[in-house]
């Protein structure tokens, strides 16, 4: 997470963070764009900045962002973890494992993150 990082892997982390404190009244929306930044992250590869084409396109859209059930697994890795990591490519490698980790204990809701991606984004 250098600031010459032209694919701003910042966002990644932005995603993960919220999907990950998700709940105590933060707002439908933030967790619902969470996951699906984390969804084009994980299942489509996508850099940061297309994610945050991703989030700019979908704001665009009116929609009545549901509340999604928050995951019952526990987390295995958090921003400490990330944090703990000299920068560079340790550092971006721990990230990947942190918002895989994210995106695999929020499974319950994949489907969904996936169906309202294609819905609102074809």
Not at 24 to 48: D, H, P, Q, R, W
Not at 62 to 80: A, D, E, F
Request: some cysteine; overall charge positive.
């Amino acid at each position: 997470m250098s600031k010459q990082d032209i694919d701003f892997v910042h966002q990644h982390a932005i995603d993960a963070y919220s999907a990950q404190h998700a709940g105590g009244g933060m707002k439908n929306i933030t967790i619902a764009f969470s996951l699906i930044g984390l969804y084009y992250a994980v299942e489509l590869g996508y850099t940061g900045k297309q994610v945050q084409r991703v989030h700019m396109l979908l704001s665009r859209r009116k929609y009545n962002w549901p509340s999604l059930q928050l995951p019952s697994k526990p987390y295995s890795l958090t921003v400490n973890d990330v944090l703990k990591e000299q920068p560079g490519k340790n550092r971006d490698a721990m990230l990947r494992e942190w918002i895989y980790d994210v995106w695999q204990c929020w499974e319950h809701q994949h489907n969904w993150v996936k169906n309202i991606s294609q819905s609102l984004l074809k």
